[in-house]
Structures are given as C-alpha cells and as structure tokens.
C-alpha cells in the first residue's frame, strides 16, 4: 500500500505525464526545446538528446500515434500546470443558498430582522431561499405566506431578483432570491434603511 503522501501526488495535474525513462512507447515524435519538430525516433535516443541540453523528456500527448513527446524543463512545466489548475480553481465561483425562515405570525420587528439578513446575504452574491413554515391549523392560512413572499420580493428588489417564485411542499412555502448582477453591493433596497 503506497504512503498517503504518493496518493496526495496522484491529484495533482502533472502526476499521468510520463517523462524520461518512464516514456514507454517504441517510438515518439520530438518536439525541442524551442518548438521545433526534430522527428520520429526511439525514446531512448530523444532522452540522450534532453539530457545533453540539461532537460527532461515528456510525454505531452500520450495518445498520439505516434506519442507526442517535448523537451524541456520539467520542473517549470510541473509549476505551470500547477499554477493553471490553481487559477481555474480560483475562477471557480461557489454560489452560495443561505436559507431565511419565516412563521405566518412572523412579528414586524423580526420580519425586519430577517429581511435585513436576506439583503446583506444577496449584497455578498449569495442566493437566499426564503421560507415560510406552517404549522397546524396555520395551514389553512397559506394566503399569508404568500403575503409574506410578496412584500419581501418588493423589498428587496433592488439587491435580489426572484429565481424561482413561490412554491409549496408539505407544510413549507418557499421563494428562491438570487442576486442581481448588475446592482452593486452597496446599493440599499427601498425601505431597508427606513424602518428600523
């Protein structure tokens, strides 16, 4: 059983490339160190050539026929593929779905409260679902919920735009918000500031 450490160097994007004398076809095309073709020859012939240079053979296009194989610096390759796949990772937006709860006897002040959270959420670029629980004889109340979905959509229109409008599942009621894109975060939707 390989040592944890060998199974962490198995995720990183240079770890399938062959090089040197792991390159195992029986013939590869060259490509030198400043790009030029230099042909179709046995492995062990190009490695000779990289080694008199100071330089690795890699395997870039393993299933080429035949192989694809360049010379060059293996440890700024090895840095520059790492550094690719870092800055794709960085690219990468997580959208994030922080969820709101609401009661149909929710009270004005902590319906503020929340309402204030939900904006501050989609000021960031996180989309909120915004819920409303019933419970009971709450139930047959839903007319509420949807009273409470309506205002805060009017509410916060400025910050959010509704991504999936009000929907029922058991005894939840609930309303997906999602950033706007073109508003910025420090825009203040109309009555946020002046009720307190």
């Not at 960085?90 to 709101?100: G, N, S």
Request: glycine residues 6%; charged residues 35%.
């Amino acid at each position: 059983m390989s040592p944890p450490h060998k199974r962490w160097e198995d995720r990183k994007p240079e770890s399938k490339l062959r090089i040197n004398e792991r390159i195992r076809a029986r013939e590869i095309r060259v490509i030198g160190a400043d790009g030029t073709q230099l042909g179709i020859m046995p492995p062990d012939e190009a490695l000779r050539v990289a080694q008199a240079g100071g330089l690795d053979l890699v395997e870039v296009s393993p299933d080429a026929a035949p192989p694809v194989c360049r010379i060059l610096d293996y440890g700024k390759f090895r840095y520059q593929l790492n550094k690719k796949a870092h800055d794709a990772k960085k690219k990468q937006r997580v959208i994030q779905v922080k969820e709101v709860k609401f009661r149909p006897k929710t009270d004005e002040h902590d319906y503020e409260f929340k309402r204030n959270n939900i904006i501050r959420f989609l000021s960031k670029s996180m989309k909120v679902k915004a819920t409303v629980i019933f419970r009971g004889r709450e139930n047959v109340h839903r007319d509420i919920g949807h009273r409470i979905l309506r205002r805060l959509r009017d509410e916060v229109g400025e910050l959010g735009t509704v991504e999936s409008e009000p929907r029922q599942e058991g005894p939840f009621l609930y309303m997906i918000l999602a950033p706007r894109k073109t508003t910025g975060a420090t825009a203040a939707p109309s009555g946020a500031s002046s009720r307190r």
